[in-house]
């Protein structure tokens, strides 16, 4: 039974840092890509940043130079280090594990909220 267990969220004041913890049980964890999105208050849930087997990583633009994922295989968890939060990053970040285009699996979700 694949599972994501997200830890790291919390409060925080706006330009202060959160490092978000994603740790994956249950399936070949170094061959997969991972992804954190978010959903901020009332608004769609989008993606903030992926990493693949490869260690490439991709950002959305408005984290661009402020979060960097990264993955250790030896503990099969992926990171998300969020610095100089802004009022606007405030949401529940989830972790993805992407199997295959049709095949993913979503974490509970970890609350971020940056005050402003």
């Known amino acids: 039974q694949v599972q994501l267990v997200e830890s790291g969220g919390g409060l925080v004041q706006a330009g202060g840092s959160l490092r978000l913890s994603c740790t994956v049980s249950?399936?070949?964890?170094?061959?997969?890509?991972v992804a954190w999105y978010r959903q901020p208050p009332g608004k769609e849930r989008e993606s903030v940043a992926r990493?693949?087997?490869?260690?490439?990583?991709t950002y959305a633009d408005s984290v661009k130079g402020r979060f960097t994922i990264s993955r250790d295989n030896s503990k099969n968890t992926v990171y998300l280090q969020m610095n100089n939060l802004k009022f606007e990053d405030t949401g529940v970040y989830y972790c993805?594990?992407?199997?295959?285009?049709?095949?993913?699996?979503w974490g509970q979700g970890t609350q971020v909220t940056v005050s402003s």
């Open positions: 249950g399936t070949s964890f170094g061959i997969k890509t």
């Open positions: 990493i693949t087997p490869a260690y490439i990583s």
């Open positions: 993805l594990l992407i199997i295959a285009d049709d095949q993913y699996y």
